[in-house]
Every structure is written in structure tokens, then in C-alpha cells.
């Protein structure tokens, strides 16, 4: 497993929640989240880190995007 670190574009409620819209990939294409599957405090135990992971569908492809200490990455194996 590896940790492909990301710029990713967010929406800031006022509540202070924090909603991952898009991302950047290595190659400097954009990725819209279709949806966010699930939220929560999470270990990234493949790749190592921890913080809030999201369980993301991105062209009908699920990925886990990490949010750890504001440094946003995605788990690829």
C-alpha cells in the first residue's frame, strides 16, 4: 500500500465540518467525489497514518481519501 498525497478542494461549513468535493491527482487532473460513503476517525493500516478517512466513490471506483493532520492523501494498493 502506498499514500499518494493530494491538493483536494473542500467545503468548510459553519459548524465546522469539513465535506472533501474534489482532488487532484499526480497528473494534475481534477476528480469530482460522486459521493462520500462513510466518515470516521480511521488508521490507515496499509500505508500507515491516521485521522479521518473517507470512503469515497469516484467514477464508479471506491477509494479511501485520509485527512491526517491537514495533509490529505489516498490509498492505493
Not at 17 to 35: A, H, M, N, R
Not at 40 to 55: N, V
Request: net charge positive.
Amino acid at each position: 500500500m502506498r499514500k499518494i498525497f493530494v491538493e483536494v478542494y473542500a467545503h468548510f461549513s459553519k459548524e465546522g465540518e469539513i465535506t472533501p468535493i474534489s482532488f487532484v491527482w499526480l497528473d494534475g487532473k481534477t476528480y469530482e467525489i460522486d459521493k462520500i460513503i462513510e466518515k470516521r476517525p480511521a488508521a490507515s493500516l496499509k500505508a500507515g497514518g491516521q485521522g479521518i478517512r473517507y470512503k469515497i466513490l469516484v467514477r464508479s471506483k471506491m477509494l479511501y481519501l485520509f485527512c491526517d493532520e491537514n495533509r490529505w492523501f489516498v490509498e492505493l494498493g
